[in-house]
């Protein structure tokens, strides 16, 4: 159902199923890491989707080492994306973060999709 979310126009690749316990007592909340090798001079679609009977709501944040690159959250406004598309500028390793907002338990899964090469 995810993968069908991301959009006709998508070709599935990847996806990554999570189940994340609430944040402990440190009060940090667990995170789920992916890598990936991703090719120059294409775009990608990352899409998120959280289960229903989550607590919390995932998100998804894309890397490149330590910058992101991209996320379904933006904390300044509070927003969730169901999805964004990613313009691959150099092949290489990229990392996947997924985790829950307010650290709050769940399940979720996170696609993958190949949109068009440039």
Known sequence: LC?????SDATYLKDFVVQLESAGPDGK???AKFSM???KNNVYRFTICTSEDSEGRA???LFDMNIMLGST???S???????FDFHCQKTGVYHVFISFIDG??????GILSYIKTL
């Open 29 to 31: 909340p667990p995170v």
């Open 77 to 83: 406004t509070g927003k969730e994306y169901k999805s």
């Open 73 to 75: 959250y933006n904390p």
């Open 104 to 109: 709050k338990k769940g399940s979720a899964v």
């Open 37 to 39: 090798v991703l090719s």
């Open 59 to 61: 998100v998804l944040q």
């Open 3 to 7: 993968a069908e979310s991301s959009g």
